[in-house]
Nanobody, 129 residues
Framework: QVQLVESGGGSVQSGGSLRLSCAASGYTYYIKCMGWFRQAPGKEREGVADILSGGGTTAYADSVKSRFTISRDNTKNTLYLQMNSLNPEDTAMYYC??????????????????????WGQGTQVTVSS
C-alpha cells in the first residue's frame, strides 16, 4: 500500500503561483506512476500532470501545459506541482495519486483516474480574479 499526503494549497489572486507537495510513504519502491488530479464542485476529476518512474517522463493536460511543472525528489519520496500564472479556472481540490502496476504508463491510462489506485486526501486551491 502507498499513502499520500498533499500540502501547499491555498488562496491566491490571478497570475499568482503555488507549489503543491505530496509526501509518499509505504511501499514507495513499487510506484510506477505518480500524478496530480483536480476536481471542482459538480465536475469530474481530471488529470493535470503525471510523471513516470525511472526516466521521469512527464505529461500535462493541455489546459495547464507551459504553466505547471511536475517534478519529484526521489530521496524524499515527494512529488511536487509548481503552478504559475494561475487563473480562476484552476480553482479545485487537487489530489495526488500513485500506482504500482505497470499499466499506468500506457497511453490509455495516463492522466486518467482509472490509471491510479492510491490517492491523497486533497488540498484546496482557490484562485480569485
Amino acid at each position: 500500500q502507498v499513502q499520500l499526503v498533499e500540502s501547499g494549497g491555498g488562496s491566491v489572486q490571478s497570475g499568482g503561483s503555488l507549489r503543491l507537495s505530496c509526501a509518499a510513504s509505504g511501499y514507495t519502491y513499487y510506484i510506477k506512476c505518480m500524478g496530480w488530479f483536480r476536481q471542482a464542485p459538480g465536475k469530474e476529476r481530471e488529470g493535470v500532470a503525471d510523471i513516470l518512474s525511472g526516466g521521469g517522463t512527464t505529461a500535462y493536460a493541455d489546459s495547464v501545459k507551459s504553466r505547471f511543472t511536475i517534478s519529484r525528489d526521489n530521496t524524499k519520496n515527494t512529488l511536487y506541482l509548481q503552478m504559475n500564472s494561475l487563473n480562476p479556472e484552476d480553482t479545485a481540490m487537487y489530489y495526488c495519486a500513485a500506482e504500482t502496476a505497470a499499466y499506468c504508463s500506457d497511453p490509455t491510462y495516463r492522466l486518467r483516474v482509472g490509471g491510479y489506485n492510491s490517492w491523497g486526501q486533497g488540498t484546496q486551491v482557490t484562485v480569485s480574479s
